[in-house]
Each structure stands twice: as structure tokens, then as C-alpha cells.
């Protein structure tokens, strides 16, 4: 029984298999010629891979980038980080984690198949982290065993439901109606950002359409502008390191030159990270109409925050920037109040904060996303510090998540949990429960709930 769940574990962790599969699934259903659902399901999975690739050449290069600006600048503190703290918990909370990730998986379905949250998660890996996280802080209210896993698994299930729903308008916009939802464990944090952008500034200034000289014209190409602007960051925080640190880093290479080399490759990263969203949207989209007609009636896949970062790759650059500044200023705020830092962690403050310029963007446009990343650095920077001592009674010391809808749902839960105990927990899970069936019960012309969009 462990080996199965453990194979299907590593299934449901594999974002690429997962949308591979809907992808099978949904040309199976509209009857596609096999050479049709062949291509169809390994395209995705290819162009899956190829964000992930992307993804990951962009996180280890700026690994040296975050040590480069600890050291130059003498900061010291806790740098948030989903990975590391699941790591840790993996090894005290293996067995539970990955039971609470198939339930929730199972009840995402139902959900969308019985409710008006027609919304498929597919972003395997966070749901994995929220599967984490909802194990550590259910069973500190006394839970244990198959009662662990239900509750968690339908608190996981649920709220991989409703989250593409709170802010699907705003997703909308994003995407100008093209059949996607965001299925990311950061999104109350866009959708909040895309609400500030709405405040600022207006859609129609939207940050692809900065008029640039003729002479500066290079700067349209995203690759180029985004290889320039990390330079410049690199070469700011190689300066302020030393090159006897820095040597550390690049093994034996120029200081200089590693800077440019590291801001060179992350602008690949980016670039290839566009070309795997391409490849995905171009054959899941259709694939999915299959889920949508035949098996789950109306259904909208939810997929991971950089699938967006085609739709505004200006954005992208500008909400990474102003992020950053806002985590900067937030952990200077915490310093003034004597909390724990929270440094900068630039692998959440790069995909959060292109996300949230990106939602921003679209109601707000340039203003909007300057506005909407900034707020999304402070509450990705005020979040984990919050979390922190959640995890902290839990045996995670220095240690904490680092997108935003992780702060919120272990914080209210731990909240709960440490007030009323599993009573507090029974009612969050009632609570989510009539959110989730009264929409049935209201008469309305769409289908999906929040989808504004839909005919």
C-alpha cells in the first residue's frame, strides 16, 4: 500500500504527467485519430518540461545572486523557501503529505464535476507543498491518521477549487478571455495586486505598449531587455560582495564577467520558459475541450503562474523589480520592529512578483503594475514572517513558505487549531463545504462560477 502511494506520489508531484494525461484524456473523449492524441498528450508534457528546464535554470542562477546580495550588504536572517521546508518535513510527515496530495486531487475532481467550481488544478507541485503544510498543522490540533488525511485532503481539495474562482475575472483580463484559470498557491496575492492595479491606473496604458525610441528599439526583444536588466543587478551585487567572495561563486572566473555570464543565462532561462508556455497552451487548450464537453461538462484548467508570463512579458521584468524593492522595504520594516528579517528570496519575488505586475498590468496597466508588484513584495515579505512561528511550534525553526496563499491558509489554521483545537478545524471544513455547494442552489446563466467570460 505505501509503494502505491508513494508511486502515486511521484505521479501527482510531476506536473508535466498530469497535464499530460488531462491532454490524453480530453482527445480520447473527442475522438481523435491516435497520431492526434499521441502528439496532442506529449507536446504538453515536452513544453512542461521545457518551462521546467526554463524554471530551473533561472532558479540556480540566482542562488548566487541572493548569497551575493546577503554578503555585499550584510544581511542576515530567514529566506523563505517552499522547497527546503518540504524537505524537511518529508522527513517526519512523508506517509501523511503524500496521502492528503491524493485525496485532495480526488475531491479537486469531484468538485468539479458536482459543482460550479469547474476548476482543475494541475499544478502538481504546489499542491504538493499545500499537502505539506495542511499535514504539520492539522496534526497539531490532534489529528492523526485517516482523519488527518480526510480533513486535509478536502481543505486541499477545496481550495484548489475555489482560488482559480476568487479571482478569475481579473484572469480574464489577464488572458483576454482564453480559457484558463490560475492555479498557484500565490494567487490571493495576484488577485489582490490586480484589485490595487484597478485603484492606480487605467488597462488601456498597458505596459506593452511603452513607446521606445527607434534607437532604443532593442529593447522590445524580452530577451534582450531582460538579459540587461539582470545584468545590471548582478554587477551591483558582485561589486558589493568582493571579488574574494564572489571567486566563491564562480569558480575561479572574472567577477565581472560571471556577473554578465549569471544575468546573460537567467534572460535564457526566461526565454526558455516562454517557448515551453507556447508549446503547452497550443495543444492542452484544445485537448481540454475534450474534459470540458465530455467528462467534466464546462471544466477550466488551472495552470502554474509562468503560463501567464507570455501574455505581458514586460510586465514579467517590471513586477520582478518592484517586488524585490517592496520585500527590501518590508524587511526593513521588520527590522524597525524588532521581528524576525525576512530576506528577499529572489526565486518567490521573480515568479510572485512577474505574476502579480502581470495582473496588475491588466487593470491597471503601467501604474497598475508597479503598484500590484510592490504590495505583492510586502505581503510576501509580512506573510512567512507571520508563518514563522506557526511552523516554528512545530519543530520547523528558520524555516518558512514563501508565496502568499500558504500565510494565509497556515496562519488561519494554526490560529484556529491553537484557540479551539480540532472543533475549529471541523468548522473551516463546514464553512468550505456550503461555499461550495450554494452556488448550485442560485439560479445564474453561467455554468462556472466567476467565469464572466463563459456563454
Not at 569558480?251 to 516562454?274: N, Q, R
Not at 514572517?385 to 508565496?403: E, I, K
Request: charged share 10%.
Amino acid at each position: 500500500m505505501i509503494e502505491i502511494l508513494e508511486f502515486l506520489r511521484d505521479v501527482l508531484q510531476q506536473p508535466a504527467l498530469l497535464i499530460g494525461m488531462v491532454s490524453f484524456v480530453g482527445l480520447v473523449a473527442l475522438g481523435k485519430p491516435f497520431y492526434k492524441i499521441m502528439t496532442g498528450t506529449l507536446k504538453p508534457i515536452l513544453g512542461y518540461l521545457m518551462l521546467g528546464a526554463g524554471a530551473g535554470f533561472i532558479v540556480t542562477n540566482l542562488d548566487p545572486l541572493g548569497k551575493m546580495i546577503e554578503k555585499g550588504f550584510h544581511i542576515t536572517g530567514v529566506v523563505p523557501n517552499n522547497e527546503a521546508i518540504v524537505s524537511v518535513a518529508q522527513k517526519i510527515l512523508g506517509v501523511e503529505t503524500m496521502s492528503i496530495l491524493v485525496v485532495g486531487l480526488i475531491v479537486n475532481l469531484l468538485i468539479a464535476r458536482f459543482t460550479k467550481y469547474k476548476y482543475v488544478f494541475l499544478t502538481g507541485h504546489h499542491s504538493f507543498f499545500m499537502a505539506c503544510l495542511l499535514s504539520a498543522v492539522l496534526g497539531t490540533s490532534g489529528m492523526k491518521g485517516l482523519e488527518l488525511i480526510l480533513c486535509g485532503g478536502f481543505i486541499l481539495g477545496a481550495w484548489s477549487s475555489i482560488s482559480p474562482a476568487i479571482g478569475q475575472k481579473y484572469t480574464n483580463k489577464v488572458t483576454d478571455g482564453d480559457g484558463i484559470a490560475l492555479g498557484h498557491f500565490g494567487s490571493l496575492a495576484y488577485y489582490i495586486s490586480a484589485w490595487v492595479g484597478s485603484k492606480v491606473g487605467k488597462p488601456e496604458e498597458s505596459t506593452e505598449k511603452i513607446k521606445i525610441p527607434e534607437k532604443w528599439g532593442f529593447l522590445r526583444d524580452t530577451t534582450v531587455s531582460t538579459a540587461i536588466t539582470m545584468m545590471f543587478f548582478y554587477l551591483i551585487a558582485a561589486i558589493a560582495a568582493g571579488p574574494t567572495y564572489v571567486a566563491t561563486l564562480s569558480e575561479g572566473m572574472s567577477p565581472i564577467l560571471f556577473a554578465v555570464m549569471s544575468g546573460f543565462k537567467f534572460a535564457v532561462g526566461v526565454t526558455i520558459v516562454y517557448s515551453g508556455v507556447r508549446m503547452i497552451l497550443g495543444d492542452l487548450i484544445p485537448a481540454f475541450q475534450g474534459i470540458a464537453t465530455k467528462v467534466i461538462p464546462d471544466a477550466v484548467p488551472a495552470v502554474d503562474c509562468a503560463v501567464f508570463f507570455t501574455y505581458a512579458p514586460t510586465a514579467v521584468v517590471i513586477g520582478f523589480v518592484v517586488s524585490f524593492i517592496g520585500g527590501v522595504i518590508g524587511m526593513i520594516i521588520l527590522g524597525i520592529l524588532g521581528g524576525v528579517l525576512i530576506i528577499p528570496g529572489l526565486v518567490p519575488h521573480f515568479f510572485c512578483g512577474a505574476t502579480a505586475g502581470i495582473f496588475g498590468n491588466a487593470t491597471g496597466g503601467r501604474k497598475g503594475a508597479v503598484c500590484g508588484a510592490f504590495v505583492n513584495g510586502l505581503l510576501i515579505t509580512f506573510a512567512p514572517a507571520l508563518l514563522l512561528p506557526v511552523l516554528g511550534s512545530l519543530g520547523f525553526q528558520n524555516t518558512t513558505f514563501g508565496d502568499f496563499d500558504f500565510g494565509v491558509l497556515g496562519i488561519t489554521l494554526g490560529l484556529i487549531s491553537s484557540a479551539t483545537g480540532q472543533m475549529g478545524i471541523f468548522a473551516v471544513i463546514a464553512i468550505l463545504f456550503v461555499v461550495l455547494l450554494v452556488p448550485n442552489f442560485i439560479p445564474s446563466k453561467n455554468k462556472v462560477i466567476n467565469n464572466p467570460n463563459e456563454e
